[in-house]
């Protein structure tokens, strides 16, 4: 898909997208190795004609590992295949994007060590590019002793500039009991992360439990309260911002409406709203294919730069890469206004 020149200069912004391990990984050899990488298109088809569209194919997200996963303790490639989502995202016109990653990643000596490394070579192409990584807590608090280690593991690395956490807790389509997740939050924001949970992709359950939990300001997908006026005036109110993951929600079947995504309705109610990739070696798409999507959706150009604009302010990153960053999307609003003279170059 080619967008038009003013989304091309727009600065983008991905708040929620996974590591994609060994995906990456297998991008990083297939090109070393010249051959071709493993081919996702052909296994969303096949995904799609085996497995019904909800719950069932979202369980799937995992299912497949192109290589195996033993690679990723070569520190080497470790950092290639961070840098090759970087690369992806910033040659799709990001300025910003946040990575999640697993526990044993998060805890891996010298982590952001690494991820900073692969940062900084990708913003020796794409200076624009920042990236920060965040701790993803899957099934939290089912195993206290993991959890314990997860939660000593996170606070360590908060020292060493890990941005945030993101609970992915169960049951995830009906209320879970969230008591236990909202006093590890709080040591959490104790010491300094920004916290994030996935709810609200499949069903309105944990919308509201999520939103109050301690520090939280932004919910992953939450796409379901647009099916609930109540619901969307606590997250306007409360200013908790959306990461929408368009192409993740539509290939997943997981839709509140049967019409199409409800991006719009959840923006004219005042909830702030960002955009996402999710998966994107494994869905096929880039953020740059996210931000045209919504323009589909009926999202001007205004409104669009909104979005990036919601991502920069709900961002788990410094004040100063912020202030960067919001100078930047209003030098490349002001050259879109001008009629798209002297805007920002691309990289
Ligand atoms: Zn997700």
New binding site residues.
Partial sequence: MNPPEPLALLPKADL?V?QEATRYLDLVLAEREGREPYDWAAWRRRLAAEVPPGRERLLRIGSTQPVPLALDADDELFVARFAALMRDHAAAGACYVEV?CGGDVVTRDGFMSLFRRAERQVRAEYPRLRAEALAILVHGARDPRQTAAFAEGCVRAADEGLAGVDF?YTPYDTEADWTPMYRLAERFAEAGLGITA?AGEVSTANIAAAAAMPGLTRI??GVHAAADPELMRLLADRGVTLEC?LT?NAYFGVLPEVDGHPLTRLVEAGVPVTLAT??PVQLGTTIEREYALAAGLGLGPERLADLTRNAIRAAFTSDERKAAMLAELAEAERARLSGGRGGPARR
Avoid: I, K
């Fill in positions: 929620h996974h999640r992915l996935h992953g997908h993951a993740c999710d998966n």
